[in-house]
Each structure stands twice: as C-alpha cells, then as structure tokens.
C-alpha cells in the first residue's frame, strides 16, 4: 500500500487528535483529585499543629516568687530605665510625673506623700506585695482601669521580677523575699 504525502499528514493529525484526546482525558481524570487531596492534607496538617500552641502557651508558668528567687536587681535597674522619665526611687527626692517609688515594696498603695493620685489607684486600697506589684506592672491598665500610669507594661516576666527585685533593694528596710 502506498500513502500520498497528504494522506500520511491527514494520518498523523488524525494521531495527534487521539493523542491530544487521550491526554486530555487521563488529565480530567487526574486533575479533580489532585486539588482534593492536597487540600486534605493541608487541612489535616493545620488541624494537627492547632492545638500545638495553646498546649505549648499554658505551659507551667513561674510564680513571681520563683521569679523573684533567682532576679538580679542589677538587671532590673537597667528595666527601671523605662520607667525614669516618669519616676525616681530615691529617698527623700521628690515626685516626677509618677510617685517616688523610694520602699514602694509592701508600702500601701497610693501613699506617697504629696503626691496627686488619681482615684483609680487611691480605689484601689490594700499594699503593694509582690504579686499586686507583679500584675500591675503586667498591665498598669487592667490593674487599676483609669489610672494615670500611661504605661503599657512589661511583656516579660522576667522583666517584671527584675524590676521589683531592684525596686525591693530601694528601701531604708528591704522586705524580705517571698
Ligand atoms: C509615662 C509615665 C510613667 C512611666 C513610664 C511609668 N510610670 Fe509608674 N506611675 C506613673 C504615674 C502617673 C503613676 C500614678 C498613677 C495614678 O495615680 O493613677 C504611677 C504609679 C506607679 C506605681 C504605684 C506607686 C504608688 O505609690 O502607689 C508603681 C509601683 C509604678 N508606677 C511603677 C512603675 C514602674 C516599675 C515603671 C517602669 C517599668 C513605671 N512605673 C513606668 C507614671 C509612669
């Protein structure tokens, strides 16, 4: 049998469309699956590493008195430096924009003399121990809604423990640790 140069073209178009054909319909086939389980794998991955953060946040947290055990008041003078433009804590000096935090440890809140506190703190009443000096410094805002400490506080923990630690030592008598 003899093909003509037209007839062996027609031929190998007529393949090519079969070819073409094929090919789209093995990818039909294909294509709708491939999204579908990748995206199951995706969602079965994010659900797996969800709960991984909370169960890694609500870790055992240090109370400030353990904090406080191993606090380096030398640290926490350098912390204090955040706090200098609004406070000194010196004996006998004067207030700035904030109270003298000269013995601010376990003395009562609000109490510095001469000083205007706003009624937000002078509610407040009690003293200040570690723990209320602790979640007051975490966020002076929720401590005490309404005070005039225009502070966002100290994210870190060890920050506040340092902090306090130096303040303790800012005193005629010190109180003892927690
Ligand atoms: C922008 C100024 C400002 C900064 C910064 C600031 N404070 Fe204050 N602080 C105040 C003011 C004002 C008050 C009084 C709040 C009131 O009466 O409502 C206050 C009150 C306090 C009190 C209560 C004192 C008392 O006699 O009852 C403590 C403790 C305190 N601040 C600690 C700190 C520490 C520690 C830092 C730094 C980490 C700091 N503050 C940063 C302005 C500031």
Redesign the pocket.
Known sequence: MHFSLLEKMGASVLISAWLIYGANFVGNLLVPIAPHVGGAVHAAATKEEAPAEPAAAAGPEKSIGELLATADPAAGEK??G??K???VAESGAGHK???N?WG?VG?P????PG?S??A???GKGGE?TYEH?NT??TS?KEY?PG?????AG?KSADDRAA?IAY?RTRSDSPKPLP
């Not at 809140?109 to 510095?112: L, Q, R």
């Not at 005070?147 to 502070?151: L, P, V």
């Open positions: 912390v204090f955040k706090c433009a609004c406070h924009v904030g109270p935090l601010v003395r809140t609000a109490s510095s000083f506190y706003s937000a703190m002078t200040w000096l007051f410094l002076p005490a005070n005039k400490m225009t502070f100290l902090v303040l």
